[in-house]
């Protein structure tokens, strides 16, 4: 199974890019997870944060693949507690479909890109820098796989 992680923004902080990178590598070929950063929209002054919203919009739902399994980072989706998101995984294995984790813009994802989600994941009510999501979701990615193995990273 492949995975993508599908960003809206561009140039992590070097501590954003290691970390990720850590546990990137770590998840290694049970979950193959490639960052696809996407450009954001035009935002500021005179502009419209709506057709930016809408742009970066299209922008996504034009890098998923037709048969993809989409999971949308959204503060109305789902909480999951790490156990409960290795079931999740467990669960997107037995599927045999690739995976989309998003990560929209400022102003969170169009509203094309929820219909098309088939399911939304919230990591809690805290509002989390965009570049922060992304090491938070690989971190909690790879103590999903290690609960699954019985690896001892995860002590609850």
């Keep these: 199974?492949?995975?993508?992680?599908?960003?809206?923004?561009?140039?992590?902080?070097?501590?954003?890019?290691?970390g990720y990178e850590d546990y990137r590598k770590r998840l290694g070929r049970e979950l193959a997870l490639?960052?696809?950063?996407?450009k954001p929209g035009m935002r500021?002054?005179?502009?419209?944060?709506?057709?930016?919203r809408q742009d970066e919009g299209t922008t996504v739902?034009?890098?998923?693949?037709?048969?993809?399994?989409?999971?949308?980072?959204?503060?109305?989706?789902?909480?999951?507690s790490s156990e409960q998101l290795a079931g999740e995984l467990?669960?997107?294995?037995?599927?045999?479909?690739?995976?989309?984790?998003?990560?929209?813009?400022?102003d969170g994802h169009a509203p094309e890109v929820l219909a098309r989600a088939n399911q939304r994941w919230s990591l809690g009510p805290l509002t989390l820098p965009h570049m922060?999501?992304?090491?938070?979701?690989?971190?909690?990615?790879?103590?999903a796989g290690t609960i699954m193995t019985g690896h001892p990273y995860h002590r609850a």
Excluded: S
């Excluded at 199974?1 to 290691?18: D, Q, S």
């Excluded at 922060?132 to 103590?143: A, D, G, K, N």
């Design 61 to 80: 739902l034009a890098a998923l693949g037709r048969d993809t399994h989409v999971i949308a980072l959204d503060g109305t989706g789902k909480t999951w």
């Design 34 to 38: 490639e960052l696809v950063e996407l």
């Design 1 to 18: 199974m492949k995975a993508r992680l599908i960003a809206i923004g561009e140039r992590m902080p070097a501590w954003v890019a290691e």
């Design 90 to 106: 467990a669960g997107w294995r037995m599927l045999g479909r690739d995976l989309a984790f998003l990560i929209g813009g400022p």
């Design 132 to 143: 922060l999501v992304r090491l938070v979701l690989v971190e909690q990615l790879y103590r």
């Design 44 to 52: 500021g002054k005179g502009r419209d944060d709506a057709r930016a």
